[in-house]
């Protein structure tokens, strides 16, 4: 049973990487920087339950806090730019996150070895969960719990003016700013709640392998996390959550048995979807699809008007 | 460390940083006549390397033999690129190209490390000779072949763009792709050609990289991916002569701060000059445009 708590608490964090670069997207901006704000939440959240002693939340939190200051500062040159060109910058600006925790050594000695983050050999012993008698099955409800409230906030935003002014920000930005929207505002806002999203699921990584090292905030995570929203199509929150439960449940585990196979598999797949749906699995006519599937109630008044 | 040092490495980055020139000029190309990134180019590029590898030890050819091989094998890996990732899917959908190839990278990477088992391959230096020695700085043979092959493919890529018509075709498509159409050019076939073209290219850098590093390993495919980006960001999106600036500005910058701090630091302060050029030349150096 701990085998599938586990594999919860992954889809739990690769879920909120999703919904982190999903709120970016509805700006119509791709941000492969994701990665480099999950790795900030990862080492600020380690560092402060480990070396400062603190209770798990508000580490959290505080990591949260710090990657979204960091989206923000970015934000600004980053997105004198737009489209192709902001996937590059980001792109960057992810790898020089990951080259900078390569370098980062800062360790204290606590009786007798010495703990924190050490370069290249990475920032062992977090071991927040286990020193605090957490069971598998309550630390994958806490995740979920995390993951439901920010999915819930998200959900609630996307039918709030606010997400109406993301998603014209999104589909044209010149009409968007002819009606007197600020895009450079709306687009930071964008990517500094982006960045704190990216920094609690950090933290939650961190704390759950115990171990984090610099290759752990690839390119690979920075494209899983664009991944989830592009393949789940922007409509909804949704979309993203069934993305990373199919790819981290079915792709990744799933097909465990394939051995080294599984991930020339997975990049094929990505080409293979991208060609079959560019749009998305779930594009805006599948959407409308399945809605009409679920509630009767619109299905009906279609019928009326037809 | 003393003055002397410092000019040597920029010296040394200048000569390497043709190849990054090189790998900027592939994005740029594509770009130019699509307004597509193409993620998986530098990874193909390396692959293209790879098989030229095939020659020499599986085939029993002569070790100059992995030149042509790479470069024609990058050619072709080009063309696959374009009809898994750009031919079928439409236009309109920017994300989906980006995704696709940001697939066929991932793809590529894995075939790499599944053919040679994640060892890293020794691949033959261009020349091996003494280095050439002016006052006190010294050139280092292997790189002035390096040196010498990048800059012979830009002439023949810039003569291809320029003096035939093949390349007045290409530079159509880029500017005007529906009137290109109705003058009868064949965007598919176009836009397939520039794929070759770019793979050549990218082929003859692949090549260049394996030929002054000495070895080819999947860990390089990331960094060239990155830093030729950045090369194309600091160009100007779409300018080649930009591209070639910006290569050898990348190139002797990552050797400058590699002197002056060491290895592993080096690649922070390049992205750091991308985001300074962001701020300051947003639209890259030879372009007006800032977007796009």
Known sequence: MDFYYSLAQIIGFHTLLGLSAYIVLQTGQVSLAQAGFFAIGAYVAGMLTVLAGWHLVPAMLVAGLGAALMACLVGFPALRVRGLMLVIATLAFGEAVRLFFFNFDYQIAKGEVKIGPLGGEGFRQIRWFPENGWTSLEVMLFVWTVVALVAGALWWNDRSRFGAVLRAVGEDEVAAQSVGINLTAVKVTAMTIGGFIAGLGGAIYAHYTTHIEHLNFNVLLATFAIAYPILGGLRSVFGTIVAAIFVQGFLVEGLRFLGDWRNLLFGALIVLAMNLRPHGLIDAATARRLARLFSREQWRGEQRRA | ?292
């Not at chain 2, 280092?140 to 010498?148: E, S, Y």
Request: net charge neutral; hydrophobic share 55%.
């Open chain 2, 1 to 292: 460390m003393g003055f002397v040092d410092y000019v040597q490495a920029i010296i040394d980055g200048l000569l390497f940083g043709t190849t990054y020139s090189l790998i900027g000029i592939g994005f740029t190309l594509v770009f130019g006549v699509m307004q597509k990134i193409n993620m998986s180019y530098a990874a193909g590029s390396l692959a293209g390397a790879y098989c030229g590898l095939v020659g020499p030890q599986l085939m029993g050819l002569p070790p100059w033999s992995v030149f042509p091989l790479s470069i024609a094998a990058s050619g072709v890996i080009g063309y696959l690129i374009y009809l898994t990732c750009f031919r079928f899917i439409p236009l309109a959908s920017p994300l989906a190209t980006l995704m696709s190839t940001v697939g066929m990278l991932l793809l590529l990477d894995e075939i790499i490390v599944h053919s040679t088992a994640g060892m890293p391959q020794n691949y033959p230096a261009i020349y091996d000779g003494d280095p050439i020695e002016i006052g006190d700085f010294m050139l280092r043979a292997d790189l002035v072949g390096v040196f010498l092959v990048c800059v012979v493919a830009m002439a023949v890529l810039l003569a291809l763009l320029y003096r035939t018509r093949l390349g007045m075709a290409t530079r159509a498509v880029a500017q005007q792709p529906v009137a290109a159409q109705l003058c009868g050019m064949r965007l598919q076939a176009v836009n397939g050609l520039t794929f070759v073209i770019a793979g050549l290219l990218g082929g003859v850098a692949g090549a260049m990289i394996g030929a002054s590093v000495g070895m080819l390993s999947p860990l390089i495919a990331g960094p060239i991916t990155v830093k030729g980006l950045i090369v194309t960001v600091i160009g100007g999106l779409g300018s080649i002569p930009g591209a070639i600036v910006a290569g050898l500005m990348v190139g002797a910058a990552e050797n400058l701060f590699q002197a002056l701090r060491n290895v592993t630091e080096r690649d922070i302060y390049v992205m750091l000059l991308l985001f300074v050029f962001l701020v300051v030349r947003p639209g890259g150096l030879f372009s007006g445009r800032g977007h796009d």
